[in-house]
């Protein structure tokens, strides 16, 4: 089992940034793809940024690209997921999500392991 647990949620005015954390705990950290999801408001969940384990790799939604960055540190078994101009079209619920492959995909059901979620709310 893995479990995972985001921190770094908030409101932010148009154009600001912030940066969400994922720590995961309960399983070789090196081992796991990990990344970040998010849903608004009556929408499914979409891919937002992916990243392999060893990190040479990431996948990253068309609406974000340029603007979100992702990394991770194994050291601290943390997944990082920094946001920068952010647009109000970007508010929704993020769930950092992981899970034991190589390969990188766009569908929320390929990842077995998912944490609580924490808010993004971006102001006009």
């Known amino acids: 089992q893995v479990q995972l647990v985001e921190s770094g949620g908030g409101l932010v005015q148009v154009g600001g940034s912030l940066r969400l954390s994922c720590a995961a705990s309960g399983r070789t950290f090196s081992s796991l793809a990990m990344g970040w999801f998010r849903q608004a408001p009556g929408k499914e969940r979409d891919l937002v940024a992916m990243i392999t384990w060893s990190g040479d790799r990431t996948l990253y939604a068309d609406s974000v690209k340029g603007r979100f960055t992702i990394s991770r540190d194994n050291a601290k078994t943390t997944v990082y997921l920094q946001m920068n101009n952010l647009k109000p079209e970007d508010t929704a619920v993020y769930y950092c999500?992981?899970?034991?492959?190589?390969?990188?995909?766009?569908?929320?059901?390929?990842?077995?392991?998912w944490g609580q979620g924490t808010q993004v709310t971006v102001s006009a």
């Open positions: 999500v992981a899970d034991l492959t190589t390969v990188l995909s766009r569908v929320a059901q390929r990842y077995d392991y």
